[in-house]
């Protein structure tokens, strides 16, 4: 740094104007805006800047679409993700229509020579109840279900065993009497 100093100092003036030091290539003074070595300020500001720094040349129409698609990729992509969707919809609305109004020239092919149906099973046909093996522990009259058909008639051994059930209370019954 200290073999640089000297080198500096020799690199800068100081300013006509208002007595700045500031670089010596500058062709203007950083804190007045005026010429370091004449001290006059130039009226014109804008040509000395444009004639130090260039401004780039006037980007062609296809280097400003394609810096603006630099710039926003985002909306490139979904740009281009939209186009797509819209190209396949409209190809698809054109098959659509084509199919609907076109009839193929080919012969018509029946479905038995397309699919061979003979070992096709009958869906709709009902499948037997599997016989249900459920344990029980002894009492299988609280296991059982029965069915009791309309206009069913008891059977006579049935009601013969229900009467001599009921009748050995009756006696009993007519005794407070
Ligand atoms: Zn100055």
């Known amino acids: 740094m200290t073999a640089d100093s000297p080198n500096v100092s020799t690199d800068r003036i100081a300013c006509a104007s208002c007595k700045h030091d500031i670089d010596a290539v500058a062709r203007l003074c ?3 805006g005026a010429d370091p070595r004449t001290g006059t300020k130039p009226v014109d500001t804008q040509a000395v800047l444009q ?3 260039h401004p780039r040349p006037a ?3 296809s280097e400003s679409v394609v810096e603006f698609a630099r ?3 985002g909306i490139v992509i979904a ?5 797509v969707i819209l190209l ?3 190809l698809h609305e054109y098959v659509t229509r084509r199919n609907a109004r076109d009839v193929s020239a080919a012969a018509a092919i029946p479905l038995t020579e397309v699919t061979d149906l003979s070992n096709q099973q009958d869906e709709n046909r009902q499948l037997p109840l ?3 093996e459920f344990q029980f522990d002894g009492h299988p009259q609280t296991m ?3 069915v009791v058909e309309p206009g069913a008639i008891t059977p006579p051994e049935v009601v013969a065993a229900q009467q001599t059930a009921t009748a050995p209370p009756a006696p009993a019954a007519a005794k407070p009497h």
Not at 79 to 83: E, H, T, W
């Open 30 to 32: 950083p804190y007045c």
């Open 51 to 53: 004639e130090m720094f």
């Open 59 to 61: 980007a062609t129409a």
């Open 71 to 73: 710039h926003r990729q």
């Open 79 to 83: 740009l281009a993700v939209g186009i």
């Open 88 to 90: 396949l919809a409209g």
């Open 130 to 132: 599997p016989k249900m």
């Open 144 to 146: 059982r279900t029965f």
